[in-house]
């Protein structure tokens, strides 16, 4: 994301901008100041009790009394701080925990984790730093670093390739740090598990020069490609050793939601037309199997039939990885109806089971995710529409009235009951508070041009990187969508013409209009009445007006 104009004397939101920034700002020291005092260096804050758990190992059902004696966590909150602390300009915090790091962090340790979970917080969070503190603005005073972060990656990288070992070259979910793959260790993972560490293993084969990590990283992700239906769909779990799909119904959220992300950030990145081509051809099965009007249920992969019409909090980061694409409207109409049901709620429940129009029996919590959040900051960005601001503030005022407590931000167990969890999880510090941050105050990314992992570490986008860069991302060629005034950069996934049409039309796929397409009455389609509202192009269905006031297929909710 390359952003021109940072703050602006000439911005008429700036006074509220800078109140709401600095209002986040002491959320997340409130959070961290917290963790550091309860908590660190063990891995997560227990913000009711003031007590930590070690939740990068408990991830592995190894019960804390089975840990050796001397086991201190992995400090995971505050490796998750560490570009949140620079965001926020706090350079003398970073380089403490950078120095304290270096010198105390080992991953010598008897600790079966999770690859996925370790790869995103703690390999992800670690290389970013590495890239932060080494790059040309010299926020390190000259001679205290020395690449540690990067030999502390290095060792987690290379502890992570025996999990690579297996006839398919699909990783294990888990592996012992110490030991490797331990025996009669469990085959299942999921898609999200195999096919999102492309992002961080690929960095670090860049950074090292050892080919290794992209190498196993890249094998999975192919393998699991070659694994997908004939209709461009993919299940959500799988066996890493036959090869073979366990769970064949999927969506976008749990299980699969990273894997999408990384395709298309991927070839961000790295410039693999392969990545975007992956990409091009899984959103557009996504958009045609799972959409159904703002929201997405999910399909069995074989036959893309409706499964379970779930909507699930995860979900929430769709908007934001499609404001990347250019799919600005689409983003625009879920990312109001996810708004709607946080507002419903006061946050956004786990899972609401769109078919009965009622919250899961079971999945009633809200664990201070960030998706929502993320999806806010995206469409600001790309919009600058003042309403996202609005947004922004509901939810800082939502995470303050229902979850802040004298010793941080806790999770809630019951949005019927807004009961709290004994829980603030890593990601609140890495993710939530930072895309809010970044939603008021966009400063740090001012003539910069990172893509963020999904647990919100910044990689600075570099040409030299990069295969071939992708036109889109080509500074020079950068087009924001600010105003309409300015030309709009339509996406190749913007189309919105009937399937079958496009089947018949013969014309090299041409966009043909459908014939049962009535517009809305206004382009921006909001309405009043369903009267606003005209029949959709893709599925000839009569759309209608939904409660946030915005045509389109609705479930009601
Ligand atoms: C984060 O750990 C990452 O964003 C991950 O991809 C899924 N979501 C959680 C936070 O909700």
């Known amino acids: 994301m390359f952003i021109h104009n940072s703050t602006s004397k000439l911005d008429p939101y700036s006074v509220k901008k800078k109140r709401m920034s600095e209002k986040v700002r002491k959320m997340f020291y409130h959070a961290y100041n917290n963790y550091m005092m309860h908590a660190f260096p063990h891995d997560e804050l227990k913000p009711l009790t003031k007590t ?52 105390n962090l080992t991953f010598d340790v008897d600790a079966r984790i999770n690859l996925f ?43 992570f390739l025996p999990a690579f070992d297996t006839p398919t070259g699909l990783p294990y979910a888990w592996i012992n740090l110490k030991y490797g793959v331990i025996k009669n260790e469990i ?24 080919p290794r990590f992209e190498n196993v990283a890249l094998h999975a992700l192919r393998k699991l490609w070659s694994m997908r239906s004939s209709l461009n769909l993919l299940g959500t779990t799988l066996d890493v050793e036959t090869g073979e799909w366990i769970e064949h119904s999927s969506g976008i959220g749990a299980g699969v939601d990273s894997f999408y992300e990384y395709l ?22 996504v958009q045609k199997y799972f959409r159904y009007g703002p929201w997405y249920h999910e399909a069995d992969m074989r036959t893309g039939k409706a499964t379970f019409w779930q909507l699930t909090s995860l979900q929430a980061f769709w908007p934001g990885l ?12 879920s990312h109001r109806e996810f708004f709607h049901v946080w507002n419903k709620f006061g946050v956004l429940p786990e899972r609401y089971l769109l078919d009965h129009q009622m919250l899961h029996p079971t999945e009633k919590y809200y664990p201070l995710r960030p998706e929502l959040a993320e999806s806010t900051f995206y469409l600001y ?3 600058k529409d003042p309403w996202y601001l609005e947004v922004g503030e509901s939810i800082v005022d939502s995470l303050n009235f229902y979850t802040r407590v004298e010793g941080g931000y806790a999770s809630i167990r019951d949005v019927t009951t807004m009961e709290l969890e004994d829980h603030q999880h890593s990601f609140f510090l890495s993710e939530t508070c930072k895309y809010l941050y970044l939603l008021f105050d966009d400063s740090f990314l001012a003539n910069q041009n990172y893509i963020f992992t ?6 600075p986008v570099l040409s030299s990187w990069h295969e071939k860069l992708p036109e889109a991302y080509i500074l020079s060629n950068f ?34 209009e459908s014939a049962c397409h009535i517009p809305d009455t206004h382009a921006d389609h909001r309405c009043v009445t369903d009267k606003d509202c005209g029949v959709d192009s893709t599925s000839c269905r009569r759309r209608s007006c939904s409660m946030a006031g915005y045509c389109g297929l609705w479930l009601l909710i």
């Open 52 to 103: 930590f758990t070690d939740s990068l190992s408990e991830l592995g059902n190894l019960k804390l009394e089975h840990l050796p004696q001397e086991y201190n966590g992995s400090s995971l909150s505050l490796i998750e701080s560490l570009s949140s602390l620079l965001i926020l300009g706090n350079h003398t915090e970073f380089e403490r925990a950078v120095l304290w790091l270096s010198e």
């Open 117 to 159: 979970e370790c790869n995103i917080r703690v390999l992800g969070g670690l290389v970013s730093a590495h890239i932060l503190a080494t790059d040309s603005t010299n926020r390190l005073n000259k001679g205290t670093y020395e690449n540690q972060l990067l030999v502390l990656a290095e060792d987690l990288g290379q502890r």
């Open 187 to 210: 085959t299942e993972t999921s898609t999200s598990g195999c096919g999102s560490l492309i992002l961080e293993m690929g960095a670090l084969s860049r950074l090292t020069g050892d």
């Open 264 to 285: 298309i950030k991927g070839h961000i990145l790295f410039g693999r037309e392969e990545f975007w081509r992956m990409f091009q051809s899984a959103y557009l099965a």
């Open 322 to 333: 499609q404001v990347l694409i250019g799919d600005i409207a689409a983003a625009n109409s």
């Open 381 to 383: 960005q790309a919009t």
């Open 454 to 459: 999904t647990e919100g570490h910044p990689l």
């Open 479 to 512: 087009t924001s969508i600010k105003s309409e005034e300015q030309p709009k950069r339509s996406s190749a996934m913007s189309l919105r013409i009937c399937p079958a049409a496009m089947l018949n039309n013969g014309h090299n796929n041409e966009p043909v």
